[in-house]
């Protein structure tokens, strides 16, 4: 990938780029969990977004996305506002670069991915991510992983309208190889887990990803939020979920409406799974932390409502399997992929079972791979 694009961008503009390379992710376990100030664990991709990039002489910005061909230019003195475009992601990263005093230089940028788009494998944290740090280094300067997951985060929310917590953009900056991160989404402190090695994550797209994804996502923040707000005169000094416990909201549900207490439950009972996932793994029990991933399914199609017929399906078929510690869908929902613990010896036959089954229930053509978790953005040459 990285070879294909230098000479392609060395045709086009005649200078060898820098190329920053930055991954999606899988998420093993706390969904939803990050803007609610708590615990997610995901780890690194190998699919991922390079971005080669090399100054130019005059103060403008030339994107251009080798996926489809298209390029795009602005002003870095007179950025545009969201246009509704793919380009409104590296936009939103140089908008937010410069306003946090990064000072960027003219740049032309070339872009390849291989995160599959809309399949809740977080592509477009990934291009924030890459972009945000080559545009940094062809300026000749530095950022910090953290400084500028926060930076990607800004731009998708402030920018692009999407209310999303940190998690993506923390993982694609931060990734580390061979592990997942159990990142605390308040403090931003993180701690690497690994799967046991008779263990094999295996990731399933389910190939469907539904319109109002983004829409819905946004309710479901503010759900989160409505309950905090109702349930802080019982419980002073709350900010967020992360504050209430399981027992806090067995004792206090009653002040909730129906739905609200359901969005609530999800988000206490997954932060405590996170933390219990962590103890299952760091013991090497896979199959403790597989209970905890069905769990985590069940809670996010009942409670949080964020499952789809398709992906609850994929699910149901992968947790059928005698191999499978446990599967759950992971991401933001209404579509996407489903992750699965399984006996690393079995990995083949299972996703050749799994995907077959649910290609003659659906239609559909599901991709599956194992995934090795690997680093976070970088340099690469
Ligand atoms: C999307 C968002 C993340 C996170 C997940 C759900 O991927 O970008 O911040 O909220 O959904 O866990």
Request: glycine share 10%; hydrophobic share 40%.
């Amino acid at each position: 990938m990285t070879h294909r694009l230098i000479e392609q961008f060395r045709r086009r503009h005649g200078v060898q780029p820098a190329v920053s390379r930055a991954p999606g992710r899988v998420n093993l376990i706390g969904e939803h969990t990050d803007y609610n100030g708590g615990f997610v664990m995901p780890a690194a991709l190998e699919f991922a977004t390079w971005a080669a990039a090399a100054p130019r002489p005059n103060r403008s910005l030339c994107i251009h996305s080798t996926l489809n061909d298209d390029e795009v230019t602005v002003d870095l003195d007179h950025l545009p506002a969201r246009r509704g475009h793919w380009s409104d992601y590296v936009i939103g990263v140089a908008v937010m670069l410069q306003r946090a005093g990064y000072s960027l230089c003219g740049t032309n940028l070339m872009i390849s991915s291989t995160v599959p788009v809309g399949s809740g494998l977080s592509s477009s944290a990934a291009l924030e991510v890459a972009t945000g740090h080559a545009l940094v280094h062809a300026a000749g300067g530095k950022i910090d992983p953290v400084a500028l997951a926060k930076i990607g985060q800004q731009a998708e929310n402030d920018f692009v309208g999407m209310r999303c917590g940190i998690m993506d953009q923390y993982i694609s900056a931060c990734g580390r190889e061979g592990a997942a991160l159990l990142i605390d989404c308040r403090s931003l402190a993180a701690r690497p887990v690994t799967v046991p090695d008779r263990a094999a994550l295996v990731v399933i797209d389910s190939k469907v990803r539904h319109q109002h994804a983004g829409g819905e996502y946004n309710l479901r923040r503010q759900a989160c939020e409505e309950g905090v707000a109702r349930l802080l005169p019982v419980l002073p000094g709350i900010s967020q979920l992360r504050d209430v416990s399981v027992t806090d909201l067995e004792r206090h549900g009653g002040l909730l409406p129906d739905m609200i207490f359901r969005r609530c439950r999800h988000i206490v009972t997954e932060n405590q799974r996170v933390l219990d996932g962590e103890t299952a793994l760091n013991r090497g029990d896979g199959a403790a932390f597989g209970q905890l991933m069905r769990q985590s399914h069940s809670s996010m199609r009942d409670d949080f409502e964020i499952t789809c017929a398709e992906v609850d399906l994929l699910a149901d078929l992968a947790n059928a399997e005698a191999c499978c510690h446990g599967a759950r869908m992971t991401g933001g929902g209404f579509g996407g992929c489903v992750v699965a613990l399984v006996a690393a010896h079995e990995a083949e036959g299972f996703m050749n079972r799994v995907t077959t089954a649910y290609a003659e229930r659906t239609g559909l053509k599901p991709m599956a791979f194992a995934c090795h978790p690997g680093p976070g953005v970088g340099l690469v040459s």
